[in-house]
């Protein structure tokens, strides 16, 4: 079992930046992919970014389109966190953002939401025009 306790969501300017803390609680953290993933009021939960499980110091990451070159996930093992780092905001950025994680043996990242088990409770970000 997997506990996800995100931190770091606020009200900021277009332009600026947050960044996002999701910690886990278990032994295992550097075997689990990790995602985030993002909903605003009316819209279906969509996915933001991903980093699969650590091999070494090998990982991959992934990103939708509408935040590449903006936004940033990294993980640090050694902290059980995983972070989501957004750089120049948009009022469209706006909505709660959940953390995830699924528990894997490959050097993937996930992008669907069925494909994770598990769940934080959600930071609300708020980007003002």
């Known amino acids: 079992q997997v506990q996800l306790v995100e931190s770091g969501g606020g009200l900021v300017q277009a332009g600026g930046s947050l960044r996002l803390s999701c910690v886990a609680s278990g032994r295992t953290f550097s075997r689990y992919a990790m995602g985030w993933f993002r909903q605003a009021p009316g819209k279906e939960r969509e996915f933001v970014a991903g980093v699969s499980g650590s091999f070494g110091s090998t990982h991959y990451a992934g990103y939708a389109d509408s935040v590449k070159g903006r936004f940033n996930i990294f993980r640090d093992n050694a902290k059980a966190t995983a972070y989501l780092q957004m750089n120049s905001l948009k009022p469209e950025d706006t909505a709660v953002y959940y953390c995830?994680?699924?528990?894997?043996?490959?050097?993937?990242?996930?992008?669907?939401?069925?494909?994770?088990?598990?769940w934080g409770q959600g930071t609300q970000v708020t980007v003002s025009s």
């Open positions: 995830a994680a699924v528990y894997s043996t490959s050097t993937v990242y996930y992008t669907g939401y069925n494909e994770y088990g598990y």
